[in-house]
């Protein structure tokens, strides 16, 4: 019987949840909570990064909302080393590698998702490497060789990780 009880909870959570990720208002407001964001200063929009990641890990499959966020996270990161660290501790690291992975083809997320990681390799150097960071990287510079800012991002997080590093190199 309890047995049984777990897994009905668990299928009703489940269900909920793809009812979130399915609602269309959902995604109008996060959109909108991003786009706000990103017109606000990032020492403004630091305070809310516990939200901005969540948002994130709400729309895994949302190639716009993950573009936005991935901004969102550069300019916090850009701002100040503590922000990086900041976001490292809540978990960005994982967030933009799966956007990396997830969106492949979306010239915009790999480009803002790299852009946001080289800003992060000065803190959080060994856990993208951890994660598998470095296949990411070279996959989204091989996708798109032609476009002189994903092969600038790509660079910039590739000799993050290799400065001082040994393990990396």
């Known amino acids: 019987?309890?047995?049984?009880?777990?897994?009905?909870?668990?299928?009703?959570?489940?269900?909920?949840?793809?009812?979130?990720?399915?609602?269309?208002?959902?995604?109008?407001?996060?959109?909108?909570?991003?786009?706000?964001?990103?017109?606000?200063?990032?020492?403004?929009?630091?305070?809310?990064?516990?939200?901005?990641l969540q948002i994130a890990r709400d729309f895994p499959e949302?190639?716009?909302?993950?573009?936005?966020?991935?901004?969102?996270?550069?300019?916090?990161?850009?701002?100040?080393?503590?922000?990086?660290s900041q976001m490292q501790a809540y978990g960005a690291v994982p967030i933009l590698l799966n956007a990396l992975e997830e969106h492949r083809r979306v010239r915009q997320v790999q480009r803002g998702a790299l852009d946001a990681l080289a800003h992060m390799t000065r803190v959080a150097r060994q856990q993208i490497f951890d994660l598998g960071g470095i296949p990411n990287v070279v996959a989204a510079m091989t996708k798109f060789r032609r476009d002189a800012d994903v092969q600038v991002a790509g660079a910039m997080v590739l000799g993050g990780l290799c400065v001082n590093s040994d393990a990396c190199r």
Not at 20 to 34: I, K, P, V
Not at 74 to 84: L, P, Q, V, W
Request: aromatic letters at 4%; charged letters at 30%; a positive charge.
């Open 62 to 84: 949302k190639a716009v909302i993950q573009h936005k966020v991935c901004l969102a996270v550069e300019e916090i990161c850009a701002e100040n080393k503590s922000h990086a």
């Open 1 to 52: 019987l309890v047995g049984w009880l777990r897994h009905r909870r668990s299928r009703h959570r489940a269900i909920a949840e793809m009812e979130w990720r399915q609602d269309g208002e959902a995604h109008r407001n996060a959109l909108e909570l991003l786009d706000a964001l990103l017109d606000s200063p990032p020492a403004e929009a630091a305070k809310y990064s516990k939200q901005l």
